[in-house]
């Protein structure tokens, strides 16, 4: 059998690099988007071997058209890990509507994006791997991310219905909601505020991207056909969902 195809949105950075990688290896052939840092998305290709592929998640019309490159160069995809995601933050009465829009549009509407384009294929061939990326602020709330805490929550919710559609058809539809995870992503966040946040986490250190894409990994197999509409939390056990 031909090795299946698989997308990883954001793919070439933090949590998305380490699963474009780890599925690389585990011999899936692997296309990785990301947004538009191209000297990030040069060095990792020149260092994986991976082609990256830049269009913007947020927009239906460049997904399709990004999907369809991807699918004349390697074949159809039968693997989406949607993982491109963003922060605005600020407490909701001093953000605005962009911030709010951006991170909707970037961190959920995006896995209708990629989905929509990809489903009848995989339903026509009776195979669909979809693993959506959340949060533990999507689960629990964050102060200072109604948008982020929403979008999040909302593929929570996303992950479960498109489960039920899917099921009858072999595709499943997962999620990870990942803990605090050492990437570019956390080291924005204030390190006074980060030394709050890893005091909270009973392994007592941030997660490692690999620690999210092992979980990524478990969920695309081909005999993992009985998991779907789930949650798989990674985060050191921090909140016991
Ligand atoms: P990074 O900021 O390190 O990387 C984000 C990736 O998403 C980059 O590849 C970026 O591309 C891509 N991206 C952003 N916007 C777009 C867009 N509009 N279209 C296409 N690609 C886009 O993030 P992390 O690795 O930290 O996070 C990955 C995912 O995990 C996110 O969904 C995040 O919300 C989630 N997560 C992260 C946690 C953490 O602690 N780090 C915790 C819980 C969840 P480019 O390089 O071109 O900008």
């Known amino acids: ?27 899936y052939r692997v296309a990785a988007n990301y947004g538009g840092n191209e000297q990030k998305a040069r060095e990792f290709t020149e260092r994986t071997g991976i082609p990256a592929y830049r269009f913007d ?13 991807i699918e004349h160069d390697l074949g159809p995809i039968e693997i989406i890990v949607n993982n491109a995601g963003i922060t605005r933050d600020g407490v909701l009465h001093r953000m605005d509507f962009e911030q709010w829009n951006e991170v ?22 009776g195979f ?4 959506n990326i959340g949060s533990i602020n999507g689960q629990a709330g964050q102060y200072g991310q109604v948008n982020y805490a929403a979008a ?14 899917g099921a009858g058809k072999g595709v499943t539809v997962n999620a990870i909601a990942p803990g605090y995870i050492d990437t570019d992503m956390v080291r924005a966040v204030p390190p ?6 890893v005091a909270k986490i009973p392994v007592g250190r941030l997660g490692k991207a690999e620690e999210i894409a092992r979980g990524v990994l478990f969920l695309v197999a081909d005999d993992a056909g009985f998991i779907t509409g789930s949650t798989l939390s990674i985060n050191g056990g921090q909140h016991m969902y």
């Open 192 to 197: 006074n505020v980060l030394e709050k946040i």
């Open 1 to 27: 059998m031909t090795a299946r195809v698989a997308l990883v949105t954001g793919g070439t950075r933090g949590i998305g690099e380490a699963i474009s990688v780890a599925l690389r290896d585990a011999g």
């Open 152 to 165: 999040k929550s909302g593929i929570h919710g996303f992950t479960k219905a498109m489960a039920q559609e």
């Open 57 to 69: 998640v947020a927009s239906f019309e460049d997904v399709r058209h990004g999907m369809t490159k």
């Open 128 to 131: 669909g791997r979809i693993v």
């Open 104 to 125: 909707i549009q970037t961190n959920l509407a995006s896995c209708f994006n990629t989905c929509r384009v990809a489903i009848d294929g995989m339903r026509a061939r």
